[in-house]
């Protein structure tokens, strides 16, 4: 499992969930893993109280599956799951796009550009990560412009089921094809077309689906 620094002000509940999470993400705890609390605990160097409640909140969305005196295990991918992730991910934000793409002002198209120009940078560099985590960041900016960042939490929360999906597809799939349809969706920004925005975005987000047959075959053994 991939560790990281916790952030100030950080909670230890708030920091177990957010590595447990991103490791579930990005596939270092893959799909049918079991795992321990007390291992992870361990590994974070907290007591597994916080662990335990982190574990909880994510059993909620069902990307942990909590076995009564058997452990804990991490849910496959289960595309019925993922289709109820990406419908609600696509009803949201593409309306949060329409709105932030009315009320978007230079300094947030400046924003959502140099962004742009950070994921190309790293591609450049194969950084996966870096590149996964400013796609991520792209989408949360749309969100803090429209001034619905409540709805961002909700959406991150359940999108999980599809986040993996999307780290698979990203090892499976040419980057740049992300990379241009931001730079059409930012393009929708700077004309202020609010309809453009949103549909462009519901054409981004479901993508994917046109690549999952290639994925399940690639990968087999992650899905349910």
């Given at each position: 499992m991939k560790n990281t620094a916790k952030h100030d002000r950080e909670s230890n509940r708030d920091y177990a969930l957010r590595v447990i999470r991103e490791n579930i993400i990005?596939?270092?705890?893959?799909?049918?893993?079991?795992?321990?609390?007390?291992?992870?605990?361990?590994?974070?160097?907290?007591?597994?109280?916080?662990?335990?409640?982190?574990?909880?909140?994510?059993?909620?969305?069902?990307?942990?599956?909590?076995?009564?005196?058997?452990?804990?295990?991490?849910?496959?991918?289960?595309?019925?799951?993922?289709?109820?992730?990406?419908?609600?991910?696509t009803t949201l934000e593409s309306a949060i796009a329409e709105l932030a793409c009315e009320k978007a002002n230079d300094d947030d198209i400046m924003e959502l550009e140099e962004n742009i120009n950070l994921q190309e940078f790293y591609l450049t560099k194969n950084n996966l990560d870096k590149f996964m985590e400013l796609d991520n960041a792209f989408h949360q900016t749309m969100y803090r412009i429209a001034n619905?960042?409540?709805?961002?939490?909700?959406?991150?929360?359940?999108?999980?089921?599809?986040?993996?999906?999307?780290?698979?597809?990203?090892?499976s799939s040419d980057p740049k094809t992300v990379i241009a349809e931001h730079k059409e969706i930012l393009e929708a920004f700077k004309q202020h077309n609010g309809k453009k925005a949103h549909d462009l975005l519901v054409t981004h987000i479901t993508r994917l689906y046109q690549q999952q047959g290639e994925i399940r075959k690639k990968y087999p053994e992650f899905f349910a």
């Open positions: 990005n596939l270092e705890l893959k799909p049918g893993t079991m795992i321990s609390e007390q291992d992870i605990a361990n590994e974070l160097n907290l007591s597994r109280t916080p662990v335990h409640e982190a574990m909880q909140e994510l059993s909620t969305t069902k990307i942990i599956e909590i076995l009564p005196q058997r452990g804990s295990y991490v849910s496959k991918i289960d595309m019925d799951r993922v289709d109820e992730a990406v419908f609600m991910r619905k960042m409540q709805c961002f939490y909700m959406v991150k929360l359940m999108n999980i089921h599809h986040d993996r999906v999307r780290e698979l597809h990203l090892h």
